[in-house]
Each structure stands twice: as C-alpha cells, then as structure tokens.
Nanobody, 123 residues
Framework: VQLQASGGGLVQAGGSLRLSCAAS???????KAWFRQAPGKEREFVGG????????YYADSVKGRFTVSRVNAKNMLYLQMNNLKPEDTAVYYC??????????????????WGQGTQVTVTQ
C-alpha cells in the first residue's frame, strides 16, 4: 500500500491550498487523517475522517479553517485549507488506519503514511 500526498506549496497568509492523498495497492476505507510536522516540533494531528466520511474531527488550531473530505470510490483523501496562517507552515502527511473507524489523534493508530508535502505560509 502506498499513500501519495500532493498539493502543497507556498502561499501568503489568508490564502488557500487543497491537499490530496491518493492510496494505491489496496482499498483503504477505514479512518484516514492528516498530520503535520513543523521544524523542531512533534508530528501533530490536524484532522481526520471516519470510515464513511460522515464524521470529521479537527484539532482546535484548525477548526473553522480546514476541511477534511474523502471519496472512498477513488481511494482519495483531501484537506481544504482556508485562511492559512504562518503557523500552519509544516510538512503535511496523510495517514490511513487498518483497524479504526474513527480518526484518532495519535499517530501510532495509523499503519500507512504518505511521504509528506510541504506547506509554507508567508506573512
């Protein structure tokens, strides 16, 4: 199984980006999530989607600005990021779980990870 994240880039504060995560090798229809890691910091949970896509969960720092969505038929996960702030600068990773239906915020709950895509937000 491989996860491929894309869509990162350089954007000014207040701008938007949409990240995509494509899974290949097998269908992954359990919980999926986005994490991020800034330089010198630990990897942190950003948001995730339940198995069906009917429930999403977010870190407090991104609530109201970021939206997680998924299309199971295409094995795709997305992260729409609006009103970006410099503190959102990080490498963003998509992750997929083999066993959980709801996106838990702990990284060890996810067996598959994408390679990461850089998001840089400037003032």
């Amino acid at each position: 199984v491989q996860l491929q994240a894309s869509g990162g880039g350089l954007v000014q504060a207040g701008g938007s980006l949409r990240l995509s995560c494509a899974a290949s090798g097998r269908t992954l229809n359990n919980a999926k999530a986005w994490f991020r890691q800034a330089p010198g910091k630990e990897r942190e949970f950003v948001g995730g989607s339940s198995r069906s896509g009917g429930n999403q969960y977010y870190a407090d720092s991104v609530k109201g600005r970021f939206t997680v969505s998924r299309v199971n038929a295409k094995n795709m996960l997305y992260l729409q990021m609006n009103n970006l702030k410099p503190e959102d600068t990080a490498v963003y990773y998509c992750a997929a779980s083999l066993s959980t239906n709801y996106p838990l915020p702990q990284a060890h709950e996810y067996e598959f990870w994408g390679q990461g895509t850089q998001v840089t937000v400037t003032q």
